[in-house]
Every structure is written in C-alpha cells, then in structure tokens.
C-alpha cells in the first residue's frame, strides 16, 4: 500500500524556517517524480515545487523561488521541504504528492498524497 | 502561467441528482487535465486524468470530457460520499501546473 507520511510542520515566526520530511513506503521510491502541493486555511490547492525521480531536475512556484528547497534521499525514501524567510501568507496545509508515473509527460499530475502537514508563521 | 478557472464556484444537490461541473483553461491544454476529489480535512483523491480517463477504483458515475480548453466533470448519480470540493488541475505547460479554484458541492 502506497503511504506518504509528512512531518514537521508547526509555529515559527514570521522570518523563521521550518523542514518538511515525507516519508514514503509501498512503492519503490526512487522510481517516482514527486511534488509539494500547500493548501492555506479556507483556499484552494496551490502548487509548490517539483523534483524528479532523481534529484537532477527541480522547479518552484514563482511565490517560494529563493526561499524553499526542495530535496531527497532516495536511500531512506524521503523527501524534504526546506522553507526559510517564512511569510504569513505561507501559512498552510503542506501535502506531499507522488506523480502519476504511469502517465507520460506528467509530472504534475499527483496520484498519491499524504495526509499533510500544518504550517503557521504567525508571531 | 495558465489560468484555471471553473464553474459554478458552489452548488446544492439531492442524491440522486446528476451534477456536472465545468472547467476552462486559458489557453489550450490538449487533454492534460484532471479531476481531483476533496472532503474536509482530508487530503485530495485523483478522480480522472487525461481529461476523461477513470483513475483506478473510482466509480463510474464520474466521467469527464472536453479537450483544447474546455472540461466538464459528470457525475451521474450523485451519492452521499460524493458531497466534497473538486478540483480540476492543467498538467500540459509547466512550471507551474495549476489548480481550478474549486467547486463545492453541497446537499440541498
């Protein structure tokens, strides 16, 4: 059974940075292409960053470039969020997806997702 | 960026009904388009890609169509389970791929 578990979500102030983990199971992970995806209280899906299966091809939203980080390490099956200078308008459900990779070209589209993770910049 | 834009933003509706929702790209996206599923507090489920193509386990009285820039998620009977929040998702240019802002489907 594909699992994708977030963590390390929680209240930092406005400034202040935050590391996301994702650990994955149920699939071979370093097969897949994966993304970030955040969701602010009460709004709609926004998408946050994309890496590939094997590190070597990365993009952001234009809302995060220079300020997040995206990584993995295929050898423990996670996958990170590295968020710095974090905005109040950063405050959101942070959810881990996995890409549909039985589809071709689709990097964006998310067959699997975790559970999600809160994040709050509020002082 | 491509806008998504979809409609109607909310809607009330009996079991039973039949609901359709729509969805426009703001330039044409092929057929790279899917259809997420959301109930509150969870996380969302991929309903269809490739504008009409059933992911697996998904009943069958959702369907999609349209391609170029015009969509529509169907959903035939609707069911009790089926009240939640869709979405729809472009996945033809990117960076960024982007969502529709949604599409609440409420009981009456």
């Known amino acids: 059974e594909v699992q994708l578990v977030e963590s390390g979500g929680g209240l930092v102030q406005p400034g202040g940075s935050l590391r996301l983990s994702c650990a994955a199971s149920?699939?071979?992970?370093?097969?897949?292409?994966m993304n970030w995806v955040r969701q602010a209280p009460g709004k709609g899906l926004e998408w946050v960053s994309y890496i590939s299966s094997s590190g070597s091809t990365i993009y952001y939203a234009d809302s995060v470039k220079g300020r997040f980080t995206i990584s993995r390490d295929n050898a423990k099956n996670s996958l990170y969020l590295q968020m710095n200078s974090l905005r109040a308008e950063d405050t959101a459900v942070y959810y881990c997806?996995?890409?549909?990779?039985?589809?071709?070209?689709?990097?964006?589209?998310?067959?699997?997702w975790g559970q999600g993770t809160l994040v709050t910049v509020s002082s | 960026a491509i806008r998504i834009t979809q409609s109607p933003s909310s809607l009330s509706a009996s079991t039973g009904d039949r609901v359709t929702i729509t969805c426009r790209a703001s330039?044409?996206?092929?057929?790279?388009l899917a259809w997420y599923q959301q109930k509150p507090g969870k996380a969302p489920k991929l309903l269809i890609y490739?504008?009409?193509t059933l992911q697996s386990g998904v009943p069958s009285r959702f369907s999609g169509s349209g391609s170029g820039t015009d969509f529509t998620l169907t959903i035939s009977c609707l069911q009790s389970e089926d009240f939640a929040t869709y979405y729809c998702?472009?996945?033809?240019?990117?960076?960024?791929?982007?969502f529709g802002p949604g599409t609440k489907v409420d009981i009456k």
């Open positions: 149920g699939f071979t992970f370093s097969s897949y292409e």
């Open positions: 998702q472009q996945y033809y240019s990117y960076p960024p791929w982007t």
């Open positions: 997806a996995r890409v549909a990779g039985y589809v071709e070209a689709a990097g964006g589209l998310l067959d699997y």
């Open positions: 490739a504008a009409s």
């Open positions: 330039q044409g996206i092929s057929s790279y």
